[in-house]
């Protein structure tokens, strides 16, 4: 496996670091543990944080529990997906925690191994699934979709304005054979749409993998369960931080903290009303991006949107 190195790493921690440093006995769930490489850095910098790390992919679970075993019982794993924070935080005792964070979108490991069919630059079967153990794979949604269905899975998750196109040259190519090849579906893609388009913007499959993968895993809806639960099973002084990779998940994240930290008091009375008051506080106004120095060390983080909010009421 490639040399894996954490996202906006030392800003994660710095952000955390006021909601952990204000409890005696500190605890945050790392939503998205993947190859836990955040968790292992919090855990060193406070002797005694307890970290919950949350990943739905069993062999993420596995690596990060090798990982992490020298730490005991200060870090705990379970394997579910993240919009059951409540139920996971719930396992191990706890009602509220200190801290949660989210990275979101495919983890290093998964882009890494070539077979789980999450990246058009190689070719495997065609699956995508971030838990191997259940769901539909890309293959079936490729091959037994509609045709009103995958134009809609590729305009709403790819925001692909050449979805027709594409998805009747995979019409064409599904009733000669099932389509079951990364590799094959990324041609088909290049193919199928204009030229000058295929010049610019990177690899053209990109927008069609995403929305695949999306679909495959319907990340945006269990982040827009997820995140008001997050919100939700923070104590007073909590903090959330999440790091988005496209801007679809960034649109619901900006979403859920412009309404979590706004006054509900009606805008023509002169005073502020107590219990309509905002029960957070953006941490961070708008969202940051990476450093060129971070740009240098992590080229995987040219994408990253951050963004984070503090409770400030119960």
Known sequence: MAKHVSVLLERCIELLTPAIERSKNPVIVDATLGLGGHTEALL??????????????KDAIAF????????????????AVYDQMQKCIEEFGYRKVDGILFDLGVSSMQLDEVERGFSYSHDAPLDMRMDKTQGRT????????????????????GEERFAPRIVDAILRRRAISPMNSTAELAALVKENIPAATRRTGGNPAKRTFQALRIAVNDELNVL???IPASLEALVLGGRLVVMSFQSLEDRIVKAFFADASE??????????????AAKFML???????????ELAENPRSASVRLRAIERVAA
Do not use: C, M, W
């Open 263 to 276: 006054s509900k008091t009606p805008r023509e009375l002169p005073v502020e009303i107590p219990e309509l």
């Open 44 to 57: 060193q910098r406070f002797p005694n944080l307890v970290v919950i790390g949350i990943d739905r992919d």
């Open 138 to 157: 890309a293959a079936d949604v490729v091959n037994l979709s509609s045709r009103d269905e995958l134009i809609s899975i590729l305009r709403r998750y």
């Open 224 to 226: 827009s369960s997820a």
């Open 64 to 79: 990060a529990s090798n990982r992490l075993a020298n730490y005991g019982e200060r870090f705990k794993s379970v394997h």
């Open 283 to 293: 941490v961070v106004r708008g969202n940051e991006t990476p450093s060129p120095a």
